[in-house]
């Protein structure tokens, strides 16, 4: 193979990997979610990512998971239902912590529900100032 073909495999090669990355960036961006509240969140589609700060007011094992109630506030009436799996629930999640969660929105049986996909993306955080 001559130096000059050589040349060009390696350009076309790393013009590919550039446009790739830039594809990958722009996709991850698209999938990122914005902050929404508890009680708007019935505003956002089924099928979409959400993200949002709240109080745990409950944590209920399930057979290989968590049901973990996230409101609010501690007297707010607007909760969502988040279910973790085993391997996402922090070990430390206890009622009264506020966290951050971000994932999927589900709805099954007129419930909605958000499911986080990795323990990154359940945080439990110091309580907001007021």
Known sequence: MSWIR???LLSGATF???VGLIVLSLGARAVQSSPVSIANISS???????????VVRSVSPRDSSYSVTVC???????????????????????PGDY?????????YLGHMF??????????????PSQ
Do not use: H, W, Y
């Open 6 to 8: 050589k040349n060009a």
């Open 16 to 18: 590919i990997a550039i």
């Open 44 to 54: 956002v589609k089924e099928g979409e990512f959400v993200s949002f700060l709240g």
């Open 72 to 94: 609010d506030s501690n007297s707010s009436k607007n909760c969502v239902s988040v279910l973790m799996a085993r391997s996402i629930m922090p070990s430390t999640l206890i």
């Open 99 to 107: 966290v951050t969660i971000r994932g999927c929105l589900n709805m």
């Open 114 to 127: 958000v499911v986080p996909s990795q323990s990154a993306d359940v945080t439990i955080v110091n309580p």
